[in-house]
């Protein structure tokens, strides 16, 4: 065996898949499925009748969670689906820069500078005059499939 270190670089989390399946007939409204490569809400769920060759149908109609887009499938309903974990976390808000990203602080005292402020027009002003008054402000940050987005906003008082 040789003395020398491995070190190996590792840019991947521990493995966690960013999906999971499950059988499309059991997908209810409210829930979450993947369409198109995109983690979607499902707004709604229509079965079809087994037709000659046997498979009952599931159409879903979902809403992109993190650009608002409409997006369509048809599954057949014992066939199974991609589900997105999809995850919500609160941070409280520290500063906003001139370029549009947001500072976090996080609940071990770290900060997280890698978000955007939200595209959402009454969100973005809600934010921003909070912030601008002072007010100590917790956003929600939903994430999905590697992708993450301010979705929420609760005000906790003054500072």
Partial sequence: MSDEEHHFESKADAGASKTYPQQAGTIRKNGYIVIKARPCKVVEVSTSKTGKHGHAKCHFVGIDIFNGKKLEDIVPSSHNCDVPHVNRTDYQLIDI???????????????????????????????????????????????????????ALKDIGPK
Avoid: H
Wanted: glycine share 10%; proline share 2%; net charge negative.
């Fill in 97 to 151: 820069s001139e370029d549009g990203f947001v500072s976090l602080l996080t609940e071990n005292g770290n900060t997280k500078d890698d978000l955007r402020l939200p595209t959402d027009e009454s969100l973005l002003t809600q934010i921003k005059d909070g912030f601008g008054e002072g007010k100590d402000l917790v956003v929600t940050v939903m994430s999905a499939m590697g992708e993450e987005q301010i979705c």
